[in-house]
């Protein structure tokens, strides 16, 4: 159950992050967006990154921290919010299936509110890219 919206000042957060993530090839973003972490009680910022599986997940931090440092977002994203993981992990691989991301855009900006998904519940998410 969510027990914290997410508010509009982290949605528009959640955009520019993604603005200044989605193009950097060493991180190679595939999707962004803010899941609510129901073990933690909180919403997590989670990257879906090739890099990740390049180049591990030490490297996919380390370049996500120097990209929002340099764009000025770190202060408002410390890393202890964000949650960076491949495009081949449950979460991405399951919404996937759910939203069909060739109809839309990135951005999407597709709220989720207590879905169930073959295999996994989603208390809450909203989507930029998947």
Do not use: C
């Amino acid at each position: 159950m969510v027990t914290t919206t997410l508010v509009e000042a982290n949605v528009k957060l959640g955009e520019s992050v993604y603005d200044a993530i989605r193009h950097d090839g060493m991180l190679g973003v595939q999707g962004a967006l803010w899941w609510f972490d129901p073990d933690a009680s909180e919403w997590r910022y989670l990257v879906v990154a090739r890099g990740y599986d390049r180049r591990g997940p030490r490297a996919a931090y380390s370049r996500l921290q120097s990209i929002l440092k340099k764009a000025g977002l770190l202060d408002q994203l410390p890393l202890v919010r964000v949650v960076v993981v491949s495009p081949n992990h449950r979460i991405p691989v399951a919404l996937r299936k759910l939203i069909d991301a060739s109809q839309t855009p990135p951005p999407m900006h597709v709220p989720l509110d207590n879905v169930t998904i073959p295999g996994m519940h989603v208390d809450a998410a909203y989507i930029y890219d998947i």
